[in-house]
């Protein structure tokens, strides 16, 4: 058995996270000693691992005890679980989707700026002719709907 201390070496996340947890109903078979200290298996430890990866996922606390609730009614919930991390799934998609947009936007202003710097001008990145730009540049500019800034 390991202390909250053990615990939060081994999973390298605070007490604070380890307390929350319990107190949001994240770890619902957390054991006490008999002077009330709380004890952790290695299920335990696993089992925060997994609350985590679902919090990191950005499934909402709320979700995550929904979640957490039929996890532990069985196999009767499959397809309800199956449905949150599909949606989970998708959800994170359409934040990478949207990261890779930024992403993008960001790759062409750092080209517009060592034009700039090169020229001396912010002028002429801003003004150069479609078919003059750099072929991954017309595309990033079109697919962020950017014509001159």
Same mark, same amino acid.
């Given at each position: 058995m390991y202390t909250i201390g053990?615990?939060?070496?081994k999973l390298g996340m605070p007490a604070s996270t380890i307390?929350?947890?319990?107190? $949001?109903? &994240?770890n619902p078979n957390q054991q006490r000693s008999s002077d009330g200290?709380?004890?952790?298996? @290695?299920?335990? &430890?696993e089992w925060m691992r997994? +609350?985590?990866r679902l919090k990191v996922s950005g499934m909402p606390i709320k979700e995550i005890r929904e979640y957490i609730k039929l996890y532990i009614e069985g196999d009767a919930t499959? @397809? @309800?679980?199956?449905?949150?991390v599909y949606e989970r799934r998708k959800a994170i998609d359409e934040q990478l989707e949207a990261l890779? &947009?930024?992403?993008?936007?960001?790759?062409?202003? %750092?080209w517009s700026y060592d034009v700039a710097a090169e020229s001396g001008s %912010?002028? +002429?990145?801003r003004n150069m002719p479609h078919e003059e730009l750099p072929e991954d540049i017309r595309r990033i500019k079109a697919k962020c709907r950017? $014509?001159?800034?």
């Open positions: 053990d615990a939060t070496k307390r929350f947890y319990e107190k $949001n109903g &994240l200290r709380r004890l952790f298996t @290695e299920d335990d &430890l997994f +609350v985590e499959i @397809e @309800e679980r199956r449905r949150i890779q &947009l930024a992403r993008d936007f960001i790759e062409y202003k %750092c %912010c002028d +002429v990145p950017i $014509n001159r800034y």
